[in-house]
């Protein structure tokens, strides 16, 4: 069964930092692309950050860009959000995505997190 379990969030002062992880678990992420969301209250969800699978690359949202930066452990299957500087605007329930496709690039499946709080206040 697979299962993203997310872990890192809290409250932070502005300026602050924090490293949000998400644990894919019941299979690899190699063959994924892979994505952080985050949805504000009242809002809806926006994409923050991903890594694109077919070309190895990660992208950010425009707000992302400078303060974002996405890694992974493909050993560990985690996926990491680091985030500084940090505005009360960041404050949302941040969630990981995946998107599974087979050796012939076909889509197989899509997984959510159930996402971790962050909150960005003094």
């Known amino acids: 069964q697979v299962q993203l379990v997310e872990s890192g969030g809290g409250l932070v002062q502005p300026g602050g930092s924090l490293r949000l992880s998400c644990r894919v678990g019941g299979m690899t992420f190699l063959r994924c692309d892979l994505k952080w969301f985050r949805q504000a209250p009242g809002k809806e969800r926006e994409w923050v950050a991903c890594?694109?699978?077919?070309?190895?690359?990660?992208q950010y949202a425009d707000f992302a860009k400078g303060r974002v930066t996405l890694s992974k452990e493909n050993d560990n299957n985690i996926l990491y959000l680091e985030m500084n500087n940090l505005k009360p605007a960041d404050t949302a329930i941040y969630s990981c995505?995946?998107?599974?496709?087979?050796?012939?690039?076909?889509?197989?499946?899509?997984?959510w997190g159930q996402g971790t709080q962050v909150t960005v206040s003094s």
């Open positions: 995505y995946a998107k599974k496709y087979d050796v012939f690039r076909r889509s197989t499946g899509e997984y």
């Open positions: 890594f694109i699978r077919a070309d190895s690359t990660t």
